[in-house]
C-alpha cells in the first residue's frame, strides 16, 4: 500500500521518518526541493560576501551600519537554507559557487566608484534574489513547506533589503 503524503498534515521531516528513503515517494519532490534550496543558499551566501565587502570599503558610515544587519540577515537565512536542506536530506552547498565570484567581483568594482555604486550594486544584487525567490514559489515542482518558508520568512526580509537600500541611495 502506497501512501499518499498529501494527505497527511506533517512536515518534511515526519514524513521522511514515516518511509525508508528507498521506498519514499516524495524523494523526487525531496531532490528537487534540495537544488533548488541549495540554489537560494548559494544566492545568500554571495549577499553576506559582497556585503562583507562593501562594510570593510565604507567602515564608520551610517550605510555600513545598514549593511551589517542587512549581512546578518542574509547569514539567518542562508542558515534556515542550509538547516532545511538537510532536514529534507541533503548536502546544503557551503560556498556560493560561479555566481558569488561574479557578484562579488560586481561589488568590488561597484566599491571603487564609491559608495552610492555600491549601493546601487548592493539593490541590483536584492532584486535578483527577489526573483529567485519568487520562481521557487511560482515552482511546481518546490515542496509546499518550502514555499511557506519563502513567503513567510525569506522573501519578507528581501523586500525589506530592497526598500532600505533604496533610502539609503537617496540620501548618498
Not at 17 to 22: E, G, L, Q, S
Not at 89 to 112: M, Y
Not at 132 to 155: F, G, H, R, T, W
Request: with cysteine; hydrophobic share 35%.
Amino acid at each position: 500500500m502506497l501512501l499518499d503524503y498529501q494527505c497527511f498534515p506533517i512536515g518534511i521531516r515526519s514524513a521522511k521518518r514515516m518511509v525508508p528513503n528507498h521506498f519514499n515517494p516524495m524523494n523526487s519532490l525531496n531532490d528537487h526541493c534540495i537544488k533548488v534550496c541549495n540554489s537560494l543558499l548559494r544566492g545568500e551566501i554571495s549577499a553576506v560576501e559582497a556585503y562583507g565587502q562593501a562594510i570593510e570599503k565604507y567602515p564608520g558610515t551610517p550605510a555600513a551600519e545598514e549593511f551589517r544587519r542587512i549581512r546578518a540577515e542574509h547569514s539567518k537565512s542562508a542558515n534556515r537554507l542550509s538547516a532545511d536542506v538537510r532536514e529534507m536530506g541533503g548536502e546544503p552547498d557551503s560556498d556560493s559557487g560561479a555566481w558569488g565570484v561574479f557578484a562579488v567581483s560586481v561589488q568590488g568594482t561597484a566599491n571603487l566608484f564609491g559608495e552610492d555604486s555600491a549601493i546601487s550594486a548592493l539593490q541590483k544584487g536584492e532584486e535578483l534574489g527577489r526573483k529567485d525567490y519568487q520562481d521557487a514559489m511560482m515552482d511546481d515542482e518546490v515542496m509546499p513547506e518550502c514555499k511557506n518558508m519563502i513567503s513567510k520568512e525569506l522573501l519578507p526580509r528581501v523586500l525589506d533589503h530592497i526598500v532600505i537600500l533604496e533610502n539609503l541611495g537617496q540620501t548618498v
